[in-house]
Nanobody, 122 residues
Framework: QVQLVESGGGFVQAGGSLRLSCTAS????????MGWFRQAPGKEREFVAA????????YYTDRVKGRVTISRDNAKNTVYLQMNSLKPEDTAVYYC???????????????WGQGTQVTVSS
C-alpha cells in the first residue's frame, strides 16, 4: 500500500508559478512510476505529466509542455510538479498517482492522493 499526500496548491495570478509536492508513505516509492493529473469543475480528470521510477523518463501532455516540469527525489519519497507561466485554464484540483507504467491513462495508476487545489486568476 502507498499513501500519497499532495501539497503546494494555492491561488496565483496568471503568469505566476507554483510547485506542487506529493509525498508517499512506505518504502516502495522508488519502484513506482508517478503521475500528476488534474480535474477542473465539470470536466474529466486529465493527465498532466508522469515520471519513471528512476526519474530518467518523463512524459507531458502537450497542454503543459514547456511550462511544467516533473521531478522526483526518491530519498525523500517525493515527486514534484513545477508549474510556470500559469494560465487560468490551469485551474483545477491536481492529483498525484502511483502506478507501474509511464502512461497518460488514469486506470494505469493504482494509488491516488486526495488532491490539492490550484486556482489561477486572470
Amino acid at each position: 500500500q502507498v499513501q500519497l499526500v499532495e501539497s503546494g496548491g494555492g491561488f496565483v495570478q496568471a503568469g505566476g508559478s507554483l510547485r506542487l509536492s506529493c509525498t508517499a508513505s512506505g518504502r516502495t516509492f522508488s519502484r513506482f512510476v508517478m503521475g500528476w493529473f488534474r480535474q477542473a469543475p465539470g470536466k474529466e480528470r486529465e493527465f498532466v505529466a508522469a515520471i519513471s521510477s528512476s526519474g530518467g523518463v518523463t512524459y507531458y501532455t502537450d497542454r503543459v509542455k514547456g511550462r511544467v516540469t516533473i521531478s522526483r527525489d526518491n530519498a525523500k519519497n517525493t515527486v514534484y510538479l513545477q508549474m510556470n507561466s500559469l494560465k487560468p485554464e490551469d485551474t483545477a484540483v491536481y492529483y498525484c498517482a502511483a502506478g507501474m507504467r509511464v502512461s497518460p491513462i488514469t486506470t494505469h495508476y493504482d494509488y491516488w492522493g486526495q488532491g490539492t487545489q490550484v486556482t489561477v486568476s486572470s
